[in-house]
């Protein structure tokens, strides 16, 4: 009976830690889709750093992630088809900045260290399709808060930003750090 219970509390423990790992530190994420394509595609398999948004929550700040990084959003956000699903997108624009998207696909930002703009594909040396609008938009950022899209810019390419606007930090579940499937594509970022 006692070498049952050590197996039960065993089997609970690591149950226990699989389940604390996958909320607070890594997480295994799958791409579902082609909105971050050429970056990402349908089917990879990816690994979700949680690390640096635990350890903002744990010391009572927001988890804002830096420009360029990309991250998953939980479920909160609902797609075109009405699904809840997490999404995986780029952050673009941080607080406070302002975002300008033109009908000729032209993206600028505006920040107080900034004020002239700059391209953020340009600045992230991201080679990516025209950014596509139906109409021309400009939103400022507001505290706590990211603006976010996929690479694939491309009309119906992405649902992102430019539909839901900003994102709260809160919605921000992780940011990639490695694709590990397939093979021989892995790569660290």
């Known amino acids: 009976m006692k070498a049952f219970l050590s197996v039960v509390a065993f089997v609970g423990g690591v149950i226990v830690a699989a389940i604390l790992i996958n909320h607070f530190v890594?997480?295994?994420?799958?791409?579902?889709g082609t909105s971050m394509t050429p970056t990402l595609r349908n089917n990879d398999r990816l690994i979700i750093d949680k690390v640096e948004r635990t350890v903002a929550l744990a010391g009572g700040k927001h988890y804002i992630p830096k420009r360029g990084q990309i991250v998953v959003l939980d479920s909160s956000l609902v797609d075109r088809t009405g699904h809840n699903e997490q999404l995986i997108k780029r952050v673009i624009g941080l607080p406070g900045e302002t975002i300008?998207?033109?009908?000729?696909?032209?993206?600028?930002?505006?920040?107080?260290?900034?004020?002239?703009?700059?391209?953020?594909?340009?600045?992230?040396?991201?080679?990516?399709?025209?950014?596509?609008?139906?109409?021309?938009?400009?939103?400022?950022?507001?505290?706590?808060?990211?603006?976010?899209?996929?690479?694939?810019?491309?009309?119906?390419?992405?649902?992102d930003s430019r539909s839901f606007g900003p994102v709260e930090s809160d919605k921000i579940q992780g940011r990639l750090i490695a694709r590990i499937f397939p093979l021989n594509e892995t790569k660290i970022f």
């Open 26 to 32: 890594f997480q295994s994420y799958y791409v579902d």
């Open 100 to 159: 300008d998207i033109k009908t000729d696909g032209t993206v600028t930002i505006h920040s107080k260290e900034r004020p002239e703009g700059f391209d953020p594909d340009q600045e992230l040396d991201l080679h990516l399709a025209t950014t596509y609008v139906e109409s021309a938009l400009s939103v400022t950022i507001p505290d706590n808060e990211v603006f976010v899209m996929g690479d694939n810019r491309e009309p119906g390419g992405s649902f």
